[in-house]
């Protein structure tokens, strides 16, 4: 155990790209190690799996790397609903600690690499006695910091979380910029590897913004909303480029429905559906919604609905209105999932292409 090398994957802010980063040294890593494990010690998002509390992200690695790891292992603290009451109440921190502990020796056996993933900032879990950083301490593992674009707020923010860290006495051997808007790559990538070397910091990659990476597919919003499925089972993977209210005139309407839109409409718009139905049987190239979403707890007459069904598209429904369906998959937090391959790729890829895992893997 102690010549496993560890590396804590903490962020600045929550969804900056921690799960995106295990993923990619993951991958990148298996040609320079021969076992791998992973542990995400508190997770806050979870799925039931064998009956128990898996964090989402924890799936996500073992369903895509299959790793030689028991997946309650891989996930030992998912904090549900009443988690911080109960632990202010009574809880007892050794108990946590031992749990941590106890997974993380069980994952980490005969291991040459385990990665950390943490959750949120470095603050995070501080009220029930677990930063990110206590945990990193815990397991004595060195720190990756991942930050989202820009130049200014991204150093300003590594900073404060490295404060927390190195009160901790754990080090942080470098840093990541995820997210960083193509049309400015060139001048960020520059600028902030030098601000962040002035501050003594490593930069081992700088990562461009890939907009299919933050769009939703119809199988996610069914899984998070109280929204339901009425048809179309086969083309849930349908990713969603962008929501659009049809509660406007149907020629008004029509102009705004490009390309993968998700169409949003009352199910008593009949003339609304007419529109769309016309327009995707014009067999003009991109022209394919990526499916319906009829709210209003109201559905259009059965013929209507055949001829929606014939585009291939999910006709999803709903009780609630319009607006709050729009809000609803407008705020979601978009995951990655273990049916999303071509995302995962894309993910490899850029990890590949971006970041030096020489240079990271030679600081462990």
């Known amino acids: 155990m102690s010549k496993t090398k560890k590396i804590f994957i903490a962020a600045t802010h929550q969804n900056d790209g921690k799960t995106i980063m295990?993923?990619?040294?993951?991958?990148?890593?298996?040609?320079?190690?021969?076992?791998i494990g992973f542990i995400k010690p508190v997770g806050q998002r979870f799925l039931i799996e064998e009956e128990e509390k898996i964090d989402e992200d924890s799936l996500l690695i073992e369903k895509t790397f299959d790793l030689d790891c028991d997946l309650k292992d891989t996930s030992p603290i998912a904090v549900e609903r009443g988690f911080t009451e109960r632990y202010i109440l009574k809880g007892i921190r050794r108990d946590l600690s031992k749990k941590i502990s106890t997974s993380f020796e069980?994952?980490?056996?005969?291991?040459?690499?385990?990665?950390?993933?943490?959750?949120?900032?470095?603050?995070?879990?501080?009220?029930?006695?677990?930063?990110?950083?206590?945990?990193?301490?815990?397991?004595?593992?060195?720190v990756i910091m991942i930050s989202s674009g820009g130049i200014g707020r991204p150093i300003d923010e590594i900073m404060l979380n490295k404060a927390l860290f190195d009160a901790e006495g754990v080090e942080l051997i470098g840093v990541i910029i995820n997210k960083v808007l193509p049309r400015k790559f060139n001048k960020i990538n520059k600028l902030v590897r030098l601000g962040l070397k002035k501050k003594g910091l490593e930069t081992f990659g700088v990562i461009p913004y890939h907009e299919s990476l933050s769009k939703p597919t119809i199988r996610q919003i069914l899984d998070?909303?109280?929204?339901?499925?009425?048809?179309?089972?086969?083309?849930?993977?349908?990713?969603?480029?962008?929501p659009v209210v049809g509660a406007?005139?149907?020629?008004?309407?029509?102009?705004?429905?490009?390309?993968?839109?998700?169409?949003?409409?009352?199910?008593?718009?009949e003339d609304i559906i007419l529109a769309v139905i016309k327009k995707q049987s014009s067999g003009k190239k991109h022209t394919a919604i990526s499916g319906f979403i009829l709210s209003g707890g109201m559905l259009p007459a059965k013929n209507i609905l055949k001829e929606v069904e014939k585009l291939n598209i999910p006709i999803l429904y709903s009780k609630y209105d319009t607006y709050t369906i729009a809000t609803s998959v407008h705020d979601l937090i978009v995951k990655i999932r273990p049916q999303d391959k071509a995302k995962i790729r894309l993910v490899e890829q850029l990890v590949k292409e971006y970041v030096d895992l020489d240079l990271l893997y030679s600081r462990l």
């Open 106 to 142: 069980r994952v980490s056996k005969n291991k040459d690499l385990v990665i950390i993933e943490g959750t949120g900032h470095a603050g995070v879990g501080s009220v029930f006695d677990f930063s990110n950083a206590k945990v990193a301490r815990l397991l004595n593992s060195k």
């Open 224 to 242: 998070e909303t109280q929204i339901k499925l009425l048809s179309g089972e086969k083309h849930l993977d349908n990713i969603v480029d962008k």
């Open 22 to 35: 295990s993923l990619g040294l993951i991958r990148g890593f298996r040609g320079k190690v021969d076992n």
């Open 248 to 269: 406007m005139e149907p020629k008004d309407a029509i102009r705004h429905i490009e390309y993968r839109s998700l169409v949003i409409t009352p199910g008593d718009r």
